[in-house]
């Protein structure tokens, strides 16, 4: 029997060419996107999920209150680790790692021992031996327990030593950092390249020579490993203690008051899983690593579902709405003997083989389309041919869905009285008219709540592109590795400003974009009083020209002078937000303290962005300094292939052994939000495939409609009604539809893309036009694929249809 059911359905397919190219096109588009979908949420989801012990690793997070605000910091002291692996037994291990080495994340000069010329190289971090044990790294070559006891130890990673010691012999071999001879660093270990899906991305780890044992300088992020039986609640509370032992002590011993005390008194110490790092993170936290986020995971997730649930859609509206050509198979088939059930049977036997059929299109898709899908992404996801698991959840996906998506139209189609069918009373398109209108409605609502956030996500995006950052970031080249000049930094700033497009040159290694140094520290304000307590803040050291170069304005007080001696011993500038948190009106010549050094305000500048949009500006003080391993050259309009030659020759003549490295301030400005400019692009792929989708459905569905009314065309088209009246006929039934999608689509599109855009700190205001552009869109789309039908209909001969009919 069931071999006879195969065989009706097969030439049922072959029959109907259009409606099975539409079916399986539709359901290989939902089948496709799912799929890609499905492999992009499976990698979100297992961050940080290869250690084997990756239920008991956890990083510290410290959150408190602070002016009515939630504050919450991964920086802690260096003594931190040790600390808390010895105070509480909970705790199996404890190790650190130099958060700003990942803030920064900037690539350095680096060289072999035996190499002379430099090259630049990213993914340095430095860390303690602990990390070993607790991040589970192991060494293909080296001793793991000692690799970062040395000072001058390093450990790279594979691919590292493979590309530079292809010959295999590299424990022991030296390598050069910043052209600083010096100090060369011994290779001590070679570890696998880190898995794509971990927070961490690095390819050479280095000891943390950090000597700074104080409570008050807060640069490393903290992990531990705990014993497995921890309770991470309890363990939480205990570590309260921290504050009242060495945080507190540390910070009376500065001078601190009572009110910053009272602050101090209200910090709370998490555990944070790793595997929560990547999805998990809230922006507060500020810890300058790439993180996905979980509501956009879910957001596919329930894209792909929608997509799925559209094709399916098609396939019941299609099964439905040629349920006439299907009429007299089941009226004769029952009236020789055939049960309900029999008839049951052969249509969800159509409908699985439709939807195996489907999938092996769907799959052969998604593997097509996924390196491209890859490059949007910017992951690595491979097709999982050889897991175990792959095949099988295919084959029962297909069974599942085939028999979800007939259903329906199987009881349907079984359910017409013999009688009825042979007599020819049964009305054309059968009663499932309602059912139909309400599948295309949800289709088009679908579809057009897609619309609608393509286009907010990318207004949003623009806004953020072309948003007053309250800095220029056009025209200015960021130049790396400057650090290699040496003594020669001074003339080749001069050298710079003698060019004719050059119009202002700076060095410094804190910059407003990711990627730059970021140092925070707290302040104080002397003499006058605090009520706020202190004030966190970033400080930045900069030179002389950072400010013009930039085009930083100046709202009160003057810019850092080689005019005045003291400006280079105790001078600072500070933004608007943080006159604002120590409570200044007018803040020049007031004195504020940073448990080292005492400073005096020349100066207050606008306030600039320096984090990502999702952020509120914050408090930030810039003073003169020598740390100095990047110059920003604002360069004018005009030819910058012929700059950048000229910066090169002046680069080659000072630096021979090293090639320039450089990049645009206004493109790392872009690249801090690669994050939403990537998933938005995301978005907008499956918000095709959902609107291709539903096409392929209103067009099978325009196509069915004019076979069933054409004898009712003709005698129109006889009677003398003109082309236009046709169109009509055929056209606004669907259009009535859609504008009834539209109505449905709007508030919760709007619902959905404000609470998107709450995550940005600065947003646009969603206006009408936005609503009205994704209307009329939805309108154009179904017009276009409604009229070729309808055109058709209006356009055909009379005389041949009637006498077919």
Same mark, same amino acid.
């Given at each position: ?23 399986? !096109? ?7 996107? %799912? ?83 430099? *090259? ?31 000072? !001058? ?5 594979? =691919? ?27 290779? =001590? ?32 992020? /903290? ?43 209200? $910090? ?43 094709? %399916? ?9 040629? =349920? ?19 008839? @049951? ?17 769907? @799959? ?35 069974? *599942? ?28 398109? !059968? ?25 907010? *996500? ?114 600072? $500038? ?25 400073? /005096? ?61 450089? !990049? ?28 291709? @989708?539903? %096409? ?46 539209? @109505? ?40 276009? /694929? ?20």
């Amino acid at each position: 029997m069931f071999k006879n059911y195969l065989k009706i359905a097969w030439r049922s397919i072959k029959s109907e060419k259009l409606l099975t190219f539409i079916k399986v !096109g539709g359901f290989a588009v939902g089948i496709a996107a %799912c799929l890609l979908i499905a492999l992009f949420i499976k990698d979100e989801l297992n961050y940080d999920r290869h250690y084997a012990n990756s239920d008991r690793i956890y990083r510290v997070v410290l959150q408190a209150e602070i002016g009515g605000e939630m504050k919450k910091s991964t920086h802690f002291p260096l003594p931190m680790a040790q600390t808390i692996e010895a105070d509480f037994p909970e705790i199996k291990k404890a190790g650190k790692i130099f958060g700003s080495a990942l803030s920064s994340g900037g690539k350095r000069a680096f060289r072999s021992g035996a190499a002379t010329q430099n *090259i630049f190289e990213g993914g340095f971090l430095y860390g303690d031996q602990n990390i070993f044990e607790i991040l589970e790294i192991p060494l293909l070559q080296g001793n793991a327990t000692e690799a970062l006891t040395g000072p !001058g130890n390093i450990v790279i990673s594979e =691919s590292k030593a493979a590309k530079y010691f292809p010959q295999g012999n590299v424990l022991g071999q030296t390598l050069i950092l910043d052209d600083n001879a010096s100090k060369p660093y011994t290779i =001590s270990g070679v570890m696998p390249d880190f898995p794509s899906n971990s927070h961490l991305d690095f390819d050479f780890l280095l000891p943390i020579d950090d000597t700074n044992l104080s409570w008050t300088s807060q640069n490393y992020f /903290t992990y531990v490993l705990l014993d497995e039986k921890s309770n991470v609640e309890e363990l939480e509370n205990k570590m309260r203690a921290i504050i009242e032992n060495y945080v507190i002590p540390a910070q009376i011993e500065r001078g601190r008051d009572a009110s910053f005390i009272e602050i101090l008194k209200s $910090i709370e110490y998490k555990l944070q899983p790793i595997s929560d790092i990547h999805l998990k993170s809230d922006i507060e936290m500020a810890d300058g690593l790439q993180h996905g986020d979980v509501r956009f995971v879910w957001l596919f997730a329930a894209i792909a579902g929608f997509i799925l649930v559209l094709a %399916c859609i098609n396939f019941i509206n299609l099964s439905t709405a040629k =349920s006439a050509n299907r009429a007299k198979e089941v009226g004769l088939r029952k009236t020789v003997g055939a049960f309900k059930s029999n008839l @049951v049977n052969q249509f969800l036997t159509e409908a699985v083989l439709f939807s195996i059929i489907s999938f092996i299109v769907g @799959v052969a898709t998604a593997w097509l389309l996924l390196p491209i899908f890859n490059s949007i992404a910017e992951k690595t996801i491979a097709m999982p041919w050889a897991s175990w698991w792959f095949i099988p959840v295919l084959l029962l996906s297909a069974l *599942i869905i085939g028999i979800l998506a007939g259903l329906y139209p199987a009881f349907y189609l079984s359910a017409f009285r013999p009688i009825n069918v042979l007599k020819g009373s049964l009305s054309r398109g !059968g009663k499932s008219g309602k059912l139909r209108s309400g599948l295309v409605v949800f289709q088009f609502a679908t579809s057009v709540i897609l619309i609608i956030g393509t286009l907010i *996500i990318y207004k949003q995006m623009d806004f953020i592109l072309k948003k007053d950052l309250g800095y220029n970031k056009e025209q200015v080249v960021i130049l790396e590795g400057a650090n290699v000049l040496g003594n020669k930094s001074g003339n080749f700033k001069q050298q710079l400003l003698q060019l004719p497009q050059v119009r202002q040159v700076s060095t410094s290694d804190y910059l407003p974009v990711d990627g730059s140094k970021r140092n925070q520290t707290t302040f104080n304000l002397i003499g006058d009083g605090n009520e706020n307590g202190g004030v966190l803040s970033q400080t930045w050291q900069i030179d002389y020209d950072y400010i013009k170069t930039l085009g930083i304005k100046i709202m009160q007080g003057r810019d850092f002078s080689r005019d005045f001696a003291s400006d280079s011993v105790n001078s600072i $500038i500070i933004n608007q937000k943080m006159a604002f948190d120590l409570g200044l009106k007018n803040p020049i010549g007031k004195q504020i303290d940073n448990n080292r050094q005492q400073w /005096t305000v020349i100066g207050v500048v606008e306030d600039f962005h320096f984090k990502s949009l999702k952020e509120n500006i914050s408090p930030v003080a810039l003073r003169l300094g020598n740390d100095f391993g990047t110059i920003a050259v604002k360069i004018g309009a005009g030819n910058i292939k012929e700059s950048l030659a000229e910066i090169t020759t002046i680069w080659n003549s000072n630096v021979p052994n090293q090639s320039l490295s450089y !990049g645009f301030l206004d493109q790392k400005f872009a690249q801090m939000h690669e994050d939403v400019q990537r998933m938005g692009k995301i978005f907008n792929s499956f918000a095709l495939f959902a609107i291709l @989708v539903a %096409c392929l459905g209103l067009f099978a569905l325009s196509a069915f409609m004019v076979e069933q009314r054409q004898k009712e065309i003709s005698i129109r088209l006889v009677l003398g009604a003109p082309f236009q009246s046709i169109y009509s006929l055929l056209t606004l039934d669907f259009l009535k539809l859609v504008l009834v999608a539209i @109505v449905i689509a709007i508030p919760i599109g709007w619902y959905m893309m404000q609470r998107w855009l709450e995550d940005f700190a600065y947003h646009i205001n969603i206006g009408w036009e936005i609503f009205a552009i994704a209307g009329i869109v939805a309108l154009a789309i179904a017009v276009s /694929t409604i009229s070729y039908q309808s055109v058709g209909a209006a356009l055909i001969k009379p005389l041949k249809s009637l006498r077919t009919e």
